[in-house]
């Protein structure tokens, strides 16, 4: 029999084991390429790359420095620093609760510090701080709230049920808390005071000795100002914040802004405000180095800090202090006589008339409701008061620009006004006293009539007595135009926050133009103005119709390294802000008329209060009727009528060094308690810097004023 083989079926190639292959040979490229790599990282380059594991960052530290000093006119010190030990915490990156609170502890140990502001939650946060204490309390809140990834939530909670349930603290534990709290408080890297007041020298002994304990814990020294002449001019200086009110809030975010931290110092009113930037100095800067943990490793001062620049004023403290004290003595008169029951007090304020140099200021302000007097010399600028006809010489030299009169042609009609419906409008001293007067004899006599007449003539009247009266509807706005040319109703630019313009009386009522104001504007007897506007002018008749820029700061200077006043680096140059559109002939005319106030023959002259001082003095006289309520915060109370008095004037007459304004507002009288300040502040002047008296210098007047 006869096999047949049948043949075996063809196998096919199989390629799994050549792509095994491959991926076995990139596996190896890239295991290759690790050892590569770590062999560069740990042999070549390992020395390298552990320095930089092992090494710390780097951060700037800044410390406050002392403000700069304030001066008076004659280097008198009114404005210092006074240094105290203090116990200050630089707040490390990172730094945990429990750390902090381990430092309190400690701290507490060897210092008290006050617990006033301190809350129920400032007692929770300590309490939590102990990492303990605080999962314990975790673990009786809900499972709920122990399991929420939301912390701040679930520290909330924490606080609330601490909260509940406070242990009774000792008195030292307490001090501890207060002392976490400034720590918690502070941001990163910023250094915080935790006792800056009566730290005694015990504890400055035991912090020093057990500084190892308290990490960021320090002793330094703070600053706080102090006043070696007293506090008479604070209202003018203004104050500073605290360390703890810190930074005021409305002007947070522009201080922060500016480089300061929220606990800074800052002058919060007044010079100290208006000169912050000044007056701050420069932070001290320190590198630190921060190690691994965060903690500072090491510190370096890399600058001491520039205490701030000195100001120094424009103002002679000695003869401020005699215009406090005339304005006291004065006011405290009119209060005995029985005449400031709604008064609101009395201001004054001197300047040299030839640069604007503000050489005293000061102020009275009386609470109507308690008669309280407090100091109030910025009243001088941020009060504004209807004064009356110390506004006659503006309206006189503003006739004049406008071409009504002339220097040689200036007499007219003093007829009193009657409008219908309208009480007469007159002077103070009745009708037909005058058939005509002059500019200068108007001034003297204090003529309403004549202004008057001046704004009917710019104002192209069209008058019938006991009929009508109209006049162009420009007119308020020429008068205040001519008014504003010496400072009245625009701000001064005086170098002081809180300065106002004053306020405009209407010029319409019910869409009635009122032809009767206008005529109460032409001798001062609507709009407001505040006294340092009043200074201003008087200054600009004075120096021949320049309008200075008030000023309080004369320079600023460097502060040495002792603490002492150094190199001038900065002064003051008076700035005239503009000049009046008269000429001198017309400037002439208007100081012979204030001349003749003090000095004129008239029984009707109003200012020969000051007749008998020498050297002569030239000045304007004011009142203006006003009404005011017996409770000024109640628009319901009682309205009542008053008297405002007022004073411009200057002096020597003939070669003008001082100027100065008065006004007591809202008196009960006719009387002379705005010339009594007067007088008293021209004779201080005149004794504090021996000005010569002068023969016959009332006929050396006339001839210097024409």
Known sequence: MKYIRTPKPKRERSHIPFRLNLLFF?????LA???????????????????????????????????????????????????????????????SAQTMRDTADELSKYVTISLDGMR????????????????????????????????????????????????????????????????????QLTTVYIKDQNVSEQEVAEVGEHLTKMPGISLGTDWERSYPNGKSMLSIIGTVSSEKTGLPAETLNEYLANGYARNDRVGTSYLEKEYESILKGAKSRTKVEIGRDNS????????????????????????????DDDVTKVFNQAKSAGETGVS????????????????????LHQNVKTHEVTNDSLGVLNRAFAM???????????????????????TLGDSAIYLPNTPVKKSDYGIGKFSSLTATKALEVSSNTYMMHLAMLEGHADYVANSHLYMNKDIFTKMRGYFNQFGLGQKTGIDLPGEIAGLEGAEYTDGRFNVGSALDLSYGNLDTYTLIQAIQYVSTIANNGYRMKPYIVKSVSQTLSDGSSGPIINTTTPTVLSKIKNNQDQINLVKQGMWQVVHGTSGYATGTALQSLNPGVAGKTGTAQTFTRTDPENSNSTQVEAITQSFIGYAPASDPQVAIAIVVPNVSKM???AYDIAKLMFQDYYKLYKVPTQKNYSVHQKTANG
């Open 344 to 363: 609101d007090g009395a201001y004054a304020v001197a300047m040299n008339p030839k640069t604007g140099a503000i050489l005293a200021i000061s102020g």
């Open 26 to 30: 990139f596996v190896f490229l890239l």
């Open 296 to 323: 500072i490793v090491s510190s370096t001062t890399d600058f001491q800090g520039q205490q701030g620049a000195n100001l120094n004023l424009t103002i002679d403290s000695a003869y401020q202090k005699m215009v």
């Open 33 to 95: 390429a690790l050892v590569a790599q770590l062999a560069y990282l740990q042999i070549m380059n390992g020395a390298k790359f552990r320095a930089d594991v092992d090494s710390t960052d780097q951060a700037t530290v800044t410390g406050s420095v002392p403000r700069g000093q304030i001066y008076d006119s004659e280097g008198r010190l009114l404005v210092a620093n006074s240094a105290n030990n203090a116990i200050v915490y630089t707040k490390s990156v990172g730094v």
């Open 388 to 410: 009356g006809s110390i506004a006659k010489p503006a309206m006189v030299l503003g006739a004049l620009q406008d071409g009504v009169i002339t220097v040689n042609n200036n």
């Open 120 to 187: 129920k939650r400032d007692y929770a946060d300590y309490y939590l701080a102990d990492k303990t204490a605080s999962d314990a309390v975790l673990k009786k809140l809900s499972a709920e709230m122990q399991a929420t990834t939301d912390t701040s939530k679930q520290y909330q909670a924490q606080l609330s049920y601490v909260t509940k349930h406070l242990p009774d603290y000792s008195d030292r534990e307490k001090d501890a808390a207060a002392i976490y709290k400034k720590m918690n408080g502070a941001t």
């Open 671 to 673: 009387s002379s308690w």
